[in-house]
């Protein structure tokens, strides 16, 4: 079991750059959970997918935003046009329908937006 | 909505017992995890309580009470390398798939 992987591990881009952070589940894993963590906010549930699909995207800061599950094995946050306050480290998480809810998370994307 | 209450620090010295309480208000309730976080790594699992009771998981334990909105993760026998963050987090909906975490408990062991 390789766990739930994440790349990459550190990302620093300029504002107004496009950012897309990439998720690989433990395979077998049915829902998808993306997390911000921040001193000042904590952890965030920002999206997480069920079996593919979006179930629950209300913690999406704005539309600069996006996630995609394209397959059970992927997925994507994109963050267009990055901005200096998205500045924090990303998890991907995932879980299976046995286990939950049981999170089990990726090692993180910090993404510093100067 | 949800809440979730804990405290922001906590410090202990090897061997010795500490609670971390955390209080939750939630429109519904599907049960109370626990993970614990080293600095500059990923939130692991440590427990889940669905019904009210203690759950003892080796030097931890974590404890519910559904009808007060409380529960306690007991680390016992600390070692030095307890020393991390602590959440507590409440499943989101019905599928008890998401969930809300709280803000965390840093715990310092002191030798």
């Known amino acids: 079991d390789a766990g739930v992987i994440q790349s990459p591990r550190h990302e620093v881009t300029e504002m107004g750059q496009e950012v897309t952070l990439r998720c690989k589940p433990i395979?077998?894993?049915?829902?998808l959970f993306w997390y911000r963590q921040t001193m000042m906010r904590g952890l965030e549930l920002l999206i997480y997918?069920?079996?593919?699909?979006?179930?629950?995207d209300s913690g999406m800061p704005e539309d600069r935003f996006s996630a995609k599950m394209p397959n059970a094995s992927f997925s994507t946050l994109k963050i267009q046009p990055s901005e200096p306050r998205d500045s924090a480290v990303y998890f991907c998480?995932?879980?299976?329908?046995?286990?939950?809810?049981?999170?089990?998370f990726g090692n993180g994307t910090r993404l510093t937006v100067t | 909505g949800q809440s979730l209450e804990q405290p922001s620090e906590v410090t202990a010295v090897e061997g010795a017992i500490v609670q971390i309480n955390c209080t939750y208000q939630t429109s519904g309730f599907y049960g109370l995890s626990w993970y614990q976080q080293h600095d500059g790594g990923a939130p692991t699992f440590l427990s889940y309580?669905?019904?009210?009771g203690l759950e003892e998981t080796g030097r931890f334990s974590s404890f519910l009470s559904r009808s007060d909105s409380y529960g306690y993760l007991l680390l016992q026998e600390l070692q030095m390398k307890d020393s991390a963050s602590y959440f507590c987090a409440v499943s989101k909906d019905t599928g008890r798939r998401a969930l809300t975490f709280g803000s965390g408990t840093r715990l310092q062991v002191q030798p």
């Open positions: 998480a995932s879980s299976d329908p046995l286990t939950a809810p049981r999170l089990h």
């Open positions: 309580n669905a019904l009210d």
């Open positions: 395979s077998g894993h049915n829902s």
């Open positions: 997918f069920n079996n593919n699909v979006p179930i629950d």
